[in-house]
């Protein structure tokens, strides 16, 4: 990580480079003060927002705490545009969040620009998860694809649409790992897995802000939701979390860290509570992990009314006290509840919270400004507004949902689809709009997306015949079946008790079963689902997810063999919901079951559904075939202390291509320790590489192995990570099933 020239330093550089010192709003410079720089920098960015702050006063040091939402609402507050701009007049407003539209935000900035005391302008945002016009496949989707370059390119193309329509700040990328499918945010998220979170949480980072924040084409990203948000307790949103400070560390924290090290401006707080204190009031993980030892100097935005639900969870006496407790916590803005803003003289004035802290918190909202050019350039021009997707970016969008899709099933090789054959296209979801997924950006209502069908009949070669509904399918060679849950099920305030396809979905699925044609099933979803006894009568699964804008042509690519799936699970797919949570980085338990005795019943499980997930973590299927070697570590032994110290070892493995058409692997690396002083779960991804192979081709792929990577975080409140003596196994192959393996001493 930390490559692609935007690590933290470069966030501050970027500041300098900005011409952030020319500003056309407030002019810092011109009071003394700026003179008399801490850094030494006459004139430096830093220099000058201390000056900035010291001229404020404590209404418009509040002011800039606060962020008021436009329109559209994703919790209470609603709509807050009347009050946005008189607090924009007063000089009392630091951020609006969803406005967008050059024009508009354009409007309310000259407000703040032109009519407040020191001209200080607003940073506007906007949830900008998947896509701004042209949108991408949900975020789920995109870590199917085990290539973070997917999110990098969704990133890049929607700040530039966003960017030019008035937007400077995203909220996202989202990196809530979770184990939970009834969840419906895991369709924002990237699944069950650390590594792979980490790997998209800093790719698309890198997407969003380039190496300057003040370009004309780059927004800046938000790391949420801050954290173990992804650790619900039954997976309803919202919901209880309580974990040890070990999990904590190992599993939740490593994609915020990985996104910060790609230079993540700021950081959104969660809504769960977290082992009994509410994330926006948990100085340990606000301000002891994330800003003392991390070092983070980025702005701690608060979720929608966060702050004031410090009052409902039971933690806060009143709007004072919350106030009073986020941003003691660490907490730099509030969104949507206005508590510091009411508050906050009172408090500043009774001592209940400290003039250090509220100028900490006021110069980490300027520091952001700079950053993004906003006092040198606070407006944006109109008439480079981005319109619409283009052939270039609607290109984008359909090979990433091509290299998203995972092919759960191919029996008789069904797929691809051959020339010339006759497909019927059914299903509830066969020629509807609902594919954009959970939060696609205001392109979704705008740029509907292509359908299957319409895909389909695009991508049929000449002379094929393309039918719709049930009743064309006797004609049919092949029926294509499509099937899913609609965006509105995935997502925020949507978790589901059930993982089956709702309503009758099953019943038209046997009912084509009934027919005895080849069948093929294309899911469309946000979240793993349980696939019921029609899997096994389907001759093939292909799961698409929420595809977005090119949907229905990447479906196509897949279903007539143009692009070959190379996409693997980013999330256990249950037997059934009971068995959650089903997750392959699980510890084993003092009973764990052994295949080699499956009579014994004294093991941990269910007497009534098996130990396994219906599909594991990291599977998919491809129409070529794989052979993946026996890795090899490049050292038998390695110190401990060495590790620590920075060496590191590689692990190479061969895979060729064996069949008979070009494809994807993703080859996946796995460690396990098997005795240690806290224990370990059973399989620990830590590398992968998606690797496309002509056929008859072979590549060596070579994994880079640290202490990272073998030790761990203990339970120690302050932090500690270590790296312990003894055996650890590696495992290479096409899942978290893998089987072959090597192993390494640590001395
Ligand atoms: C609530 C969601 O939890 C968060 O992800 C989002 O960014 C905000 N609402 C703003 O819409």
Redesign the pocket.
Known sequence: MGDGGVGRRTFLAAMTGSGAAATAAADPAADPAAAETADGAAGGPEAEIRALVGRMTVAEKLGQLQQLAWTGA??PGGSQTASAEQAARKGELGSV??IFGARHSNALQRIAVEESRLGIPLVFGL?VIHGFWTTFPIPLAQAASFDPEVARVDGEVSAKEARSNGIHWT?SP?MDVTHEPRWGRIAESCGEDPCLTSAFAAAKTRGYQGGDLAAKDRVAACA??FVAYGGAEGGRDYNTVDVSESRLRNLYLPPFKAALDAGCATV?AS?NTLSGIPAHANSHTLTEILKEDWEFDGVVVS??NGVGELLPHGFAADGADAGRIALTAGVDME?VSTHLADHGAELLASGRIKEDRLDDAVARVLRLKYALGLFAQPYVEEAEAVPGPTPQTRKAAREVAARSMVLLKNEGEVLPIGPGKAVAVVGPFADSRDMQGTWAGPGGEKFPPVTVLHGMRDGAGRGARVTYGVGATKAADVVVVVVGEGAKLSG?AASRSDLGLPGDQEELIEAVAATGIPFVVVLLNGRPLTVGNWVESASAVLEAWHPGIEGGHAIADVLYGKVNPGGKLPASFPRNVGQVPVHYNHENTGRPYDPKSPGNTYVTGYSDVERTPQFPFGYGLSYTTFEIGTPKASVARIGAGELRRGETFEVEVSVRNVGEVAGDEVVQLYVHDPVASLVQPVRRLRGFERVALGVGEAKVVRFVLGAEDLGFWTNAVDGRFVVEAGRVDLYVGSSSDARSACTIQVD
């Open positions: 994703t919790g969040l969803n949830d909220f989202m949420k939701h959104m809504f979720d929608w969104m925020e």
